[in-house]
């Protein structure tokens, strides 16, 4: 029987705030350059107030996956937390608007946190440094997780970045066991390295536990198995998940299963912004793989997603993905 989901993400619900700095301002405001910094609302409304001009999008690593499966057609849905605000709305709103089914019960109006920003900062060369203020997704609680809705799905993609909240883990466990208890499969992204260092013995029992298909960047994987040595890394994470997706920046993408091994090239393009690479790389993969596409393919969908998607400002495809896979050769 056909499920009503092929993927139902779970993880930050956000509103991404995007706009250019160079690396001076950057030193100058304490920011290191390239990676996800929890920052609290008053220092959020600190940098707020001194960037530029900027361009304010719904946003969130999984909602970004969710939304990329969603443009290429999938039957998807996604739980993520919002206040009863404006900026709660805007993210619901523009969810909703690329197809996305989402039911995730507002936090109320009078909640002290406010939905979540993340002020990114992109540098010339394309890189991106995250001030991510989690306000109240960070209290997605398991009763949000609605279990038929996870029943009903072939895949779940569940947010490392999630970890950094004091109920999540309740709320991924309830979601694996409802998944999977109907035959369903459950993904993980580990969303950055810094994240596996604080949850890395709860990510390795969940890996070993529940998660068939593992996402993760080259620095991720390195951190989860503590290592520097990235094939024995790739194979020892092999060994605990059916499949393995490691994107490896402008090397293209490793994709291993079964004991075969694929890569999958990068596809050269002029970087603006390498905000949701890995996103849309997960999006595109999910996709092609819930509609039955050989591994290595799905591996290539990714790459093509994700140059797609750093060509410009923003983490969500501008381009007809379908189109670009079909020119590709990826699809008929």
Not at 211 to 234: I, P
Not at 257 to 264: F, I, L, N, Q
Not at 279 to 295: I, V
Request: proline share 2%.
């Amino acid at each position: 029987m056909t499920k009503k989901y092929q993927i139902v993400g779970i993880g930050n619900a956000m509103v991404d705030v995007l706009t250019h700095a160079d690396d001076s301002f950057l030193t100058d405001n304490g920011i290191e350059k390239g990676i996800m910094q929890l920052i609290d609302m008053d220092r959020a409304v600190e940098l707020y107030g001194k960037v530029g001009p900027a361009t304010e999008i719904s946003g969130g690593s999984a909602a970004n996956t969710i939304a990329g499966a969603a443009h290429l057609g999938g039957r998807v849905a996604y739980v993520g937390k919002v206040k009863d605000d404006q900026l709660g709305a805007i993210f619901a709103h523009d969810l909703r608007a690329q197809g996305v089914d989402y039911e995730t019960a507002l936090a109320a109006a009078d909640a002290p946190q406010e939905t979540g920003r993340c002020i990114v900062l992109v540098s010339p060369c394309g890189e991106r440094s995250m001030n991510t203020y989690l306000g109240v997704t960070e209290f997605l609680h398991p009763s949000d997780i609605i279990e038929s809705q996870m029943a009903d799905a072939e895949w779940i993609y569940l947010e490392g970045y999630r970890f950094d909240g004091p109920q999540s883990h309740e709320a991924f466990a309830k979601a694996n066991a409802a998944c999977k208890g109907a035959g369903g499969k459950v993904s993980l992204t580990l969303s950055d390295p810094f994240c596996v260092e604080r949850h890395r013995t709860a990510f390795r029992e969940m890996i070993k536990s529940d998660v068939d298909l593992l996402f993760c960047n080259r620095s991720e994987m390195l951190s989860m198995y503590q290592t520097e040595d990235f094939d024995a890394a790739l194979n020892e994470a092999a060994t605990e998940v059916e499949i393995v997706a490691c994107t490896d920046s402008d090397q293209g993408a490793h994709i291993l299963s079964g004991g075969k091994r694929w890569h999958a090239p990068a596809i050269p393009t002029d970087i603006v912004d390498a905000t949701g690479a890995g996103d849309l790389f997960a999006g595109a993969f999910l996709w092609g793989l819930t509609n039955g596409y050989a591994l290595e393919t799905c591996g290539n969908m990714g790459c093509v997603a994700a140059s797609e998607v750093i060509s410009h400002i923003g983490a969500r495809a501008e381009a007809d993905l379908t189109e670009t896979f079909r020119k590709s050769g990826l699809i008929s």
